[in-house]
């Protein structure tokens, strides 16, 4: 069978790349794909749905992986389902769990699945009046999609006002922070945990912990993650459990019964306070970097436990993951996250091998030079049968590639490190 996987960044490399090798696999196209992924397969672009709905339906296609949130957003899935194709990711409808944070909050708060304390509003007054009864510091949320930028911790009641208001008056978010969310600050450790669901049952990976500031010691400004690693010692038996039945399940459930069965990736974000995980979010899709350190932990199955997830049928579904804990190291460009930086070219130095290997994200491709283009442009990912071990594997393989300007940040899983 040939597959489509759709977007362009690392976390798409690493499924392709994770994928590459099945032998029922005849072929990748990747779309957009990234300077990489053409060598992992074929690089497709469209204008309109229409016109990779009518490719994938020639190409009599048998599965499409969308990676982003913003085509699911837009119901790619459902147009591609409508049309009889094998789609792994949820329908529109149901991706709202990630495009409106106004409406995961109610979900949640109808379903009683634990998370902050909040209002959603579109009126100032009302969003100052609740801030009045929170302590500092202040969650306030732009309820659309805003690259994971839309979140403001506030440290005074002056600072969570000054963001309500421009949210709201659309200065900050323009039409996302129109409606906005309220919330209590969860003070804890936080644990990315991943349910490949499909409408009714679900399987659970390792949970991840993502490092969302751009410098060590968790300083600097929030990205879009620096660095993951998987499994989380963080993560007891017991945490996963609760996050199982206080969450996960609730929210399957819950999404079937208002008619929206959800299907795809359910990513969690969770914060663990005093032993109990609450939600802050969900996704609905792989996080990036953290599927590049989960698609290498899948020994056997992969391909099974998506193509279940599309047709419905994960009850089935047979499946093996390494012990082995696995560890990724973003490499950005010299002005992430601030703004875009001027293209380099890229060296790599030494050959990949079984316990290490790049994931390529922000990068292009011009005669036979690969550059960095984008502000996260790369992945070195470690593996090892101790965290001590594949950090040094993802390191090592860091220092196997050069660009001008090119940052990272030493410390990804220190919190695995320091934990006895
Ligand atoms: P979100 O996009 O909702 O996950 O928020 C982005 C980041 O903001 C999270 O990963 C947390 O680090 C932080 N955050 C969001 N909500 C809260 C909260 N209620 N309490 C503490 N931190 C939060
Ligand atoms: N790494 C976090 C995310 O993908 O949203």
Do not use: W
Request: glycine share 10%; net charge negative.
């Amino acid at each position: 069978m040939e597959i489509v996987i759709v977007g362009s960044g690392g976390r798409e490399y690493s499924i392709g790349l994770a994928l590459q090798n099945e032998c029922r696999i005849d072929g990748i196209y990747f779309y957009p794909g990234n300077g990489a992924t053409s060598k992992l397969g074929k690089n497709i672009d469209f204008k309109t749905q229409k016109e990779f709905v009518d490719f994938a339906l020639k190409e009599r296609i048998g599965l499409v992986i969308i990676g982003p949130e913003a085509p699911l957003v837009e119901g790619l899935a459902d147009v591609l389902r409508e049309n009889g194709i094998a789609t792994f990711g949820p329908s529109a409808k149901a991706a709202r769990l990630e495009g409106s944070k106004a409406y995961m909050k109610e979900f949640a708060k109808r379903y009683d699945i634990p998370t902050a304390s909040f209002i959603q509003t579109q009126d100032y007054e009302e969003a100052c009046a609740f801030i009045e009864t929170l302590n500092t510091p202040i969650v306030v949320k732009a309820d659309g999609l805003c690259a994971g930028k839309g979140v403001i911790i506030a440290q005074s009641y002056e600072e969570a006002k000054r963001a309500a208001k421009e949210m709201l008056s659309g200065k900050s978010f323009g039409e996302s922070g129109k409606t906005i969310v309220i919330e209590e600050f969860l003070d804890g450790f936080e644990l990315s945990v991943f349910a490949m669901c499909d409408g009714k049952d679900f399987i659970i990976l390792p949970a991840a912990q993502d490092h969302k500031r751009l410098l060590d010691n968790d300083k600097g400004p929030n990205t879009g993650g620096m660095g993951a690693y998987a499994p989380s010692p963080l993560a007891s038996e017991e945490i996963i459990a609760e996050v199982k039945q206080s969450i996960i399940i609730p929210t399957l459930d819950g999404m079937a019964k208002d008619g929206n069965p959800f299907s795809g990736t359910l990513f969690c974000g969770i914060m663990v306070v005093k032993n109990k995980p609450y939600l802050l979010e969900f996704n609905v899709r792989f996080g990036d970097p953290e599927c590049e350190v989960l698609m290498p932990l899948f020994k056997e199955g992969l391909l099974d436990c998506f193509l279940a997830c599309a047709n419905g049928d994960l009850k089935s579904v047979q499946y093996g993951l390494s012990d082995e804990i696995c560890v990724g190291v973003v490499v950005a460009s010299r002005d992430y996250p601030y703004k875009s930086s001027k293209k380099e070219k890229i060296q790599i130095l030494e050959a990949q091998n079984t316990q290490a290997h790049i994931s390529f994200a922000g990068v292009g491709k011009e005669n036979n030079d690969l550059l960095a283009t984008g502000g996260r442009v790369l992945v070195c990912v470690g593996k090892g049968s101790n965290v001590q071990e594949a950090v040094k594997n993802a390191y090592k393989c860091v220092e196997s590639v050069k660009f001008a300007g090119m940052q990272y940040r030493k410390d990804i899983a220190y919190q695995a490190l320091g934990y006895k």
